[in-house]
């Protein structure tokens, strides 16, 4: 273990300094008003730094993020590589609306990063990558009723029970989908609601991610994705159940699937943050973390059948000072190898899952975040094969 710290430290080192030395003072977010709507137009500038050790990832997106369910198997071209690479984008743009009506607030959210791939405009000579829709949605609030219609974060997600991360990617076990959906949400009280919504099923929703890792990855979609969530919070607590289901249906024949997931923090002593995540499914598939895990295919008789999948995440957020955090955190997933047995998953598939990471943020000012971590990955596939590489990374990111 300790080979994976002490390595080229010099080469850790200068990787962690670099955006550093490149802060520069950013201004605020312009808020104006066009008639009767408030408008509000910000983002962010972000320089991220990566250093892999022992092992390195090509995917997804070139590797500017590090899903652990993508660590280099032992033995493979990228299981012994290390690598620097930067990026920047993940720089964001949003603009926001708000305005009243006889019905009453409408809101509307357009958010777009850079992390569509320009295939032609790699890091040789331009590092050019296209402009993408993260957020576009309107949102109607009614007295304790609220409507949204658009594209945004999954309705099973939980923002408030999960650990932080330094890019997109999390540990294994943690949600993330973003996706076109309808969602009702009735306030309850302060801090409670509850909400339901129909969500894009997607295609390529049985094989996400490599369409090696199962038998079949065309999936018949007539019916969306169905989310019921219940969230609660007081000045100590967090607490959300969520539900979803969804239909499968290959080569005629068709199954439902189910995902639960529970997802809980409690803040402690002065400032600090404690988090637990909790999910199980049969047929939960991509729900489970960035499209890797799949949700059903064919068996060996022929018929559309749904997976297992389970995990745990967790961890803890100490808050150092008034300006600076530190998390500690960590999760492990798991894929039934029933599949396997069944025919439904080749040897390539995920079995097992595992990572562990502390990050340091510092807000240097009210616009200026300076963060330096690392992870470590290790995962296991289905022919009993491991792999394990870890992550040091740095960025600035300047708020405006």
């Known amino acids: 273990m300790n080979k994976l710290y002490s390595r080229k430290p010099l080469v850790t080192a200068v990787a962690i300094a670099i955006p550093l030395m490149l802060s520069t003072a950013s201004v ?48 493979s071209a990228n299981a012994e590589k290390s690598d620097l690479h930067m990026t920047a984008r993940e ?17 509307t959210y357009v958010e777009g990063d850079f992390f569509a791939d320009i295939d032609s405009d790699g890091p040789t000579w331009s590092n050019s990558n296209g402009f993408r829709i993260r957020h576009a949605y309107g949102e109607m609030t009614m007295g304790k009723h609220v409507v949204l219609a658009g594209q945004t974060w999954s309705n099973f997600m939980d923002f408030a029970g999960i650990m932080p991360s ?19 949400q009735y306030n309850i009280g302060k801090g409670q609601y509850t909400s339901i919504s129909l969500e894009n099923p997607t295609l390529g929703l049985t094989a996400a991610g490599p369409y090696t890792l199962v038998n079949n ?20 607590v967090t607490f959300s159940p969520r539900v979803v289901i969804r239909r499968f249906e290959l080569e005629g024949d068709d199954a439902f699937g189910y995902g639960l997931a529970l997802n809980t923090s409690f803040k402690f002593g002065d400032g600090h943050k404690a988090v637990l995540g909790l999910m199980y499914g049969d047929g939960i598939g991509r729900y489970a973390g960035l499209g890797f895990n799949a949700g059903a295919g064919i068996n060996n008789d022929g018929e559309t059948d749904t997976l297992e999948y389970s995990s745990i995440t967790g961890g803890v957020v ?83």
């Open 166 to 184: 330094m890019d997109f990617a999390t540990d294994p076990g943690t949600t993330f989908v973003r996706q076109p959906q309808v969602r009702y």
């Open 28 to 75: 605020n977010s312009a808020e104006f008003d066009i008639a009767d709507t408030k408008v509000t137009v910000g983002g962010y500038a972000k320089l991220m730094v990566n250093y892999d050790t022992d092992g390195t990832i090509t995917a997804p997106f070139n590797g500017d993020l590090y899903s652990v369910y993508t660590t280099p198997i032992d033995g």
């Open 91 to 107: 720089s964001r743009l949003f603009i926001k609306t708000a305005s009243e009506n006889k019905y009453g607030t409408l809101k």
């Open 318 to 400: 100490f808050a150092l000072q008034q300006n600076m955090r530190l998390a500690i955190g960590a999760g492990y997933s798991e894929q039934d190898e029933k599949g396997l047995e069944d025919g439904i998953l080749t040897e390539y598939a995920n079995k097992t899952a595992f990572s562990w990471h502390t990050n340091l943020f510092w807000n240097i000012t009210p616009d200026i975040e300076w963060a330096a971590g690392v992870t470590m990955g290790d995962v296991e596939n289905m022919a009993d094969k491991e792999g394990d590489m870890t992550r040091f990374q740095t960025y600035v990111k300047y708020t405006f």
């Open 217 to 236: 990855g065309s999936s018949e979609d007539v019916m969306p994705d169905i989310i019921a969530k219940y969230f609660y919070a007081n000045n100590r």
